[in-house]
């Protein structure tokens, strides 16, 4: 079947062909999901011409800095306006859970229009230890940071239980508002806390569960904010059902944006969890690998009322098992598969050296502007900067550069005082020295006076071991002209030698 595509949004541009076309993926496919979602089909046949309705654009992003929102604000400066779009637009949306800047970056990449942290993830990530209250809320607020400043969507981050009592909420909220986030899930969990989908797990007496969110809600207007708070109660598995369902009314009351109940236990339950508050937006926690919570697919989840999905140990547990899977290679004396990791310029562009060295060049300068040029009269700093440039752009060898001697230029034309003698002018001339790397990008380009031959023994070791102040007394001498020296290092980098 063919689909033609008519854009209903000038804002979104597609290809200057009429007859785009679109491969209607499997639902079950979280990535093909979020795609269509975004998009209102109507009046679909056999040929039929689908327009489509853009809420919003799914961008992927790799670059070295933010990118912007469809109304052209930058994302970074609006975490909660681009989080709370995402709410306000139709179908459910699915956000995997990262627990470091690199997965973020990843998760980004794959094509999600936000994320969560999780809790559980970056205790094991941090520390190496459970989720059982160990991790502290200094270090959750700069994981997250991290996290926030490497991806440019929005990321609703695990607040625990507050750190505290309703106070600590407050300074939590007002913590994760300045790294970042645009949202963040607080539980009515007394301290310390225990992960979600475990035994032994109490709640606090369902007033203070109230206050805390209002605390929240209290902090979120102080700061001047839009952070989108998402309240989760376990009192599923540490009281009842009913009271999960009376606390989850209760925290919707208090000023929560999104509710959420941990550890609901069939399809029913999560069915009457969804009834509760029709208007207020619901969460659901997709445990992988066996958790309480039946895993439904994102159409399932959507026909029950669900909102946002989070998958939280996905990308902790394909970590685990890939890096078990490289360790046990290595101690056998192998390496990794080439198709259970990606190649070296795969990661680099991942990590974004590519767009890195692009923008780069904007901020290059000419290595000629270098202090001996700009003023300096001091031959000693001459010298000394030669050798301190040039050995912070190659990399030290214990290996022989071969070196190749040229047969001097010779002319005649030169005269610096009017006599011609081969010494007239030594102190007018100067010392050249050109380093251009193997990637043909020029590192240095430097001129210090001839006359000053002393000065230069400094970097006869950077120059190969080749006598510089013998070659340049034998040049002068017996050619009075000029010598080049041209040769490559071990690293590939070209040094050249003149004396003009």
Not at 43 to 59: D, E, Q, V
Request: proline share 5%; hydrophobic share 35%; aromatic share 8%.
């Amino acid at each position: 079947m063919k689909l033609h595509a008519i854009n209903s949004n000038p804002k979104i541009p597609f290809h200057s062909s009429s007859h785009s076309h679109f491969a209607l993926k499997n639902h079950q496919s979280p990535f093909s999901y979020s795609l269509l979602q975004n998009c209102k089909i109507t009046n679909i046949s056999k040929s039929s011409r689908i327009k489509l309705n853009y809420y919003k654009p799914i961008s992927i992003s790799a670059s070295y800095g933010g990118r912007k929102s469809e109304s052209g604000d930058d994302v970074r400066s609006s975490p909660a306006k681009s989080l709370r779009r995402v709410l306000d637009s139709p179908g459910i949306h699915l956000g995997p859970a990262c627990f470091d800047a690199l997965s973020a970056k990843l998760v980004e990449r794959a094509g999600f229009e936000f994320c969560f942290t999780t809790g559980f993830g970056i205790s094991a990530a941090r520390l190496g230890l459970p989720d059982t209250g160990l991790i502290s809320y200094g270090e959750m607020v700069n994981q997250g940071q991290q996290i926030t400043q490497a991806a440019s969507i929005p990321v609703i981050g695990d607040g625990d239980n507050g750190y505290g009592n309703a106070m600590n909420v407050k300074r939590t909220v007002k913590g994760y508002i300045r790294a970042g986030f645009a949202g963040i899930i607080l539980e009515d969990q007394v301290s310390p806390k225990a992960c979600g989908h475990t035994n032994g797990r109490k709640v606090v007496s369902r007033e203070e569960a109230v206050m805390k969110i209002k605390a929240a809600v209290d902090a979120r207007k102080e700061s001047g904010s839009d952070i989108v708070i998402v309240a989760r109660t376990d009192s599923r598995q540490a009281v009842s059902l009913e009271e999960a369902l009376w606390r989850s009314r209760a925290l919707a009351d208090a000023g929560a944006d999104v509710v959420f109940i941990d550890a609901l236990a069939s399809k029913e339950e999560m069915k009457a969890f969804c009834e509760v508050s029709p208007m207020v937006p619901k969460m659901a926690n997709m445990l992988e690998g066996g958790g309480r919570t039946p895993i439904l697919s994102p159409i399932e989840l959507e026909d029950i009322g669900y909102k946002l999905v989070a998958y939280p140990l996905s990308l902790m547990g394909v970590s685990i098992r890939a890096m078990q899977d490289a360790l046990l290679a290595i101690k056998g004396g192998r390496i990794p598969s080439p198709g259970s990791m990606p190649s070296f310029e795969e990661i680099k562009e991942i990590l974004g050296f590519n767009t890195y060295y692009e923008e780069e060049k904007r901020y290059a300068t000419k290595t000629s502007q270098l202090p001996s040029e700009r003023g300096y009269s001091s031959e000693s700093n001459n010298a000394y900067n030669i050798q301190r440039i040039y050995q912070e752009n190659r990399n030290q060898s214990t290996e022989d550069p071969v070196v190749e001697v040229l047969t001097p230029e010779v002319y005649n034309e030169y005269v610096a005082d009017g006599s011609g003698g081969p010494f007239s002018g030594i102190w007018s001339r100067k010392l050249r020295v050109k380093i251009t790397g193997r990637d043909g990008f020029e590192k240095l380009d430097i001129r210090i006076p001839a006359g000053f031959l002393d000065g230069i023994t400094n970097i006869v070791p950077a120059l190969g071991g080749v006598n510089i102040k013998a070659l340049l007394d034998d040049a002068v001498s017996e050619v009075g002209g000029k010598q080049l020296l041209d040769f490559s290092d071990t690293m590939g980098d070209r040094i050249q030698v003149f004396l003009e």
